[in-house]
């Protein structure tokens, strides 16, 4: 078998999260005739699969290769220690990435963003002032990413205003946009801005589901604002949505 054909096998082998099949493909071709794209197609199916430590052990193998390594493999990396929780080390790959001369793009950056909870929150706001000096374009996926960070150290009011300056790049919030900042507005203890969040989203015709609602009645609770709790369940229970299915999860849960 060519790497070529190795290289697509293991990947349909990805999308079908058949991670131990990838392997044994990829461990069936001779050394000599790998690839850069055969170890990355193995370690972006032990990532897809969520085998973090697999996707990293074969990144290991490709540096200790003669082999060059591209954007996709340390996107695929970094990935992986988004899974781990490794945020030192993805910012780690992202000063290697640069060293080697590789361009990074908008992906590799969110996926780095997405690690930084464990961090303190300008460390995520910092790679989205990286992002705008390389000439990358900032999207939602940006944001989300940054605002759950921000949530994680307890800086609510850091998440409304990237919130607010996503809105004035133009750049359309969506369901997650919404939960991340309504979750991190129960956290802080907010519940007039958890309120607000959920008002915004029916104004820009958002759905919103059982983790918007539940979470914004659990912020007026948190606050001992019974009363606004009561209205919000009330109104949502009167209204068309009381009908779908995950209304009635909600129900349970009173």
């Known amino acids: ?77 970094i990935r992986a220690c988004r899974r781990a929780g490794a945020a030192g080390a993805a910012l780690h790959l992202l000063t290697q990435m640069r060293a080697a001369g590789v361009e990074s793009d908008v992906i590799v950056y969110n996926a780095a963003i997405s690690t930084m909870g464990q961090l303190p929150w300008q460390e995520s706001l910092r790679l989205m002032a990286e992002m705008e000096a390389s000439l990358l374009q900032l999207d939602i996926i940006t944001y989300n990413s940054s605002i759950d960070v921000c949530g994680e150290n307890s800086e609510w009011r850091i998440s409304l205003l990237l919130l607010d300056d996503a809105a004035h790049r133009k750049l359309q919030p969506d369901a997650i946009t919404y939960n991340t900042a309504i979750s991190c507005c129960e956290d802080g203890e907010v519940w007039q801005q ?27 609770g948190k606050c001992f604002y019974w009363q606004e709790a009561l209205v919000l369940y009330a109104a949502i229970s009167a209204s068309e949505c009381w009908r779908r299915p995950w209304m009635k999860a909600l129900k349970a849960t009173w």
């Not at 999260?17 to 069936?28: C, G, P, V, Y």
């Not at 029916?202 to 918007?212: C, E, G, T």
């Open 1 to 77: 078998m060519s790497a070529f054909a190795a290289t697509s096998a293991i990947s349909r082998c990805g999308r079908q999260l058949q991670w131990q099949q990838a392997l044994e493909i990829f461990w069936q071709l001779p050394e000599a005739a790998a690839d850069t794209a055969l170890y990355n197609a193995a370690s972006a199916a032990c990532e897809r699969a969520g085998h973090w430590q697999r996707a990293l052990e074969l990144f290991s193998g490709l540096l200790a290769s003669a082999l060059r390594l591209d954007r996709i493999s340390y996107s695929t990396a």
């Open 194 to 220: 958890a309120l607000r969040m959920l008002d915004e989203m029916q104004q820009k015709h958002i759905r919103a589901d059982v983790f918007s609602y539940s979470t914004a009645i659990s912020a007026c």
